[in-house]
């Protein structure tokens, strides 16, 4: 229900902002509007204000909207009221009003992420936790535990920072060498300087985690294999597992961190294991082999219960380590700007945001990047939903993103999209004439086919996706 709620709250909002904009400038520019309909299909509800000429309402399905305007390519139009028709206009007029649209949620999304910069954004300090020998990382002299200040002169205030920065410099053309100049400082403040060289990137590795291959990993403190809870009537709780164990051996193996747990429980579905615990004083000796200064050592056997996950059994006890959570909160930090910086920050995202997105598209379609990146309504259903649990900063993060994801879209020159009848009246003012009838029709026809494809494409990486998980 969360993730229903969120979803439909979301698209509600930009839609009614995308078509406020097309609304507000078709007013100033002296167009009748007849309908502002959020959703497409059967109207459900419908409401007319006093001395309003437009009728508002609410539509079936909820995955768009529309303006419907006086026009005489649709109707016929009195010849009192031609002076209103949307088709009457003079060109500029009507490429503002096409363009007004997006830009209503460029705005939405600058006005979003402006109070988030004020408000402070929560983000993870950049912190380099292991580099991999033989990755660019290890090549360019970084170490674990150095903070990565800048790239290419450019502050890094947090880990999803550097995330985008090191995208966006991904994606740009490749000039046979592509080197980044990266400041850090070491453990102890000392200044450091790296120059991290990225061409062995390749189109495919941007599907996934790059920075793996880069060799950049988050710093994490490390959880140790003490258990710190267990779930009723599970196997661990079973088999006398209890909180505050500390988990030494697994089948003999030593067992230095909680992943190093996980990973072996996960191995042995169904198989029964043997776990050396430590067990701190009032302990019981079932199948002690010994105390010593308050604790026990005990032999514990576990038959991990097989779950599927991905499509791929795998072993679970029902059990989560005691986390340190002063060290976690300690990887946490907040980024915020005073009003103006804020205003120049959200200006910069959204542009760099929207750049982004054009140049992934352009990748998509000469077969660069891979057409995994493309997503449909399930996948923005669920990270609605995710956001919204998360609280109101992930959630407003997620809107301003989708935002700028619908303006980039509807610029498209594709037909039936607002950027398709930006292309004709663009077209029209330059040859000085309307385009013809014929022009429309097929760029309609054009418009459908393309549309459809994006649309099946998205819906079957959504499949996909929850399919395999």
């Known amino acids: ?83 209103y028709a ?88 490749r000039d046979g060498k592509r080197e980044i100049s990266i400041e850090t400082k070491s453990d102890s403040g000392s200044p450091l300087l790296h120059t991290l060289d990225m061409s062995g990137l390749e189109a495919k590795d941007l599907d996934g985690d790059f920075l793996d291959k880069l060799g950049l990993h988050l710093y994490q403190p490390v959880v140790l294999p003490i258990i710190g809870s267990v779930t009723a009537d599970s196997v661990a709780q079973r088999a006398g597992l209890r909180e505050g164990d500390h988990i030494l051996r697994a089948n003999g193996a030593t067992m230095p961190r909680w992943m190093d747990v996980v990973e072996v429980i996960r ?43 991905s499509g791929k059994t795998v072993g679970k006890i029902g059990a989560g380590p005691k986390v340190d959570e002063a060290a976690w909160q300690a990887m946490f930090t907040e980024v915020s700007y005073g009003p103006l910086e804020a205003l120049t920050q959200s200006l910069r995202k959204t542009w760099e945001t929207s750049a982004l997105s054009l140049e992934m598209m352009g990748k998509m379609v000469i077969g660069e990047v891979s057409m995994k990146n493309l997503s449909g309504p399930i996948t923005i259903a669920d990270y609605a939903g995710q956001s919204a649990k998360m609280g109101g900063v992930a959630y407003l993060s997620f809107l301003a993103l989708i935002s700028i994801s619908l303006g980039v879209l509807n610029l498209l020159p594709i037909p039936l999209l607002d950027g398709g009848h930006l292309l004709y009246y663009v077209a029209e003012w330059i040859k000085g004439s309307a385009v013809s009838d014929l022009a429309w029709e097929i760029g309609q026809k054009i418009g459908i086919a393309l549309l459809g494809t994006l649309m099946i494409f998205a819906i079957y990486n959504d499949i996909n996706r929850f399919v395999s998980g």
């Open 1 to 83: 229900m969360i993730t229903l709620l969120a979803f439909v709250v979301a698209i509600a909002l930009l839609v009614v902002f995308h078509e406020l904009g097309h609304y507000w400038v078709a007013r100033r520019c002296g167009v009748k509007v007849l309908r502002f309909s959020l959703g497409f299909g059967k109207v459900i509800y419908r409401k007319r204000f006093a001395r309003s000429e437009t009728e508002w309402v609410i539509s079936a399905i909820p995955l768009g909207g529309y303006v419907k305007m006086l026009d005489e390519r649709e109707e016929a139009v009195a010849p009192e009221e031609l002076q």
């Open 86 to 173: 949307f088709n009457r206009k003079p060109v500029l007029q009507r490429i503002a009003i096409v363009v007004a649209g997006p830009l209503a949620n460029f705005l939405l999304a600058i006005l979003l992420y402006w109070g988030l910069f004020i408000h402070g954004l929560p983000g993870l300090k950049p912190v380099l936790g292991d580099v991999p020998q033989g990755t660019p990382a290890a090549l360019a002299q970084m170490q674990s535990g150095e903070t990565i200040l800048s790239i290419n002169g450019e502050p890094i205030p947090s880990w999803q920072e550097l995330h985008w920065m090191l995208l966006r410099l991904a994606l740009k053309q």
């Open 267 to 309: 191995a042995h579905p169904e198989q029964a294991m043997k776990l050396d615990v430590e067990r701190g004083e009032g302990g019981r000796m079932e199948g002690g082999r010994g105390e010593s200064g308050g604790t026990s050592t005990l032999t514990i056997t576990v038959t991990p219960q097989a779950v599927v996950e």
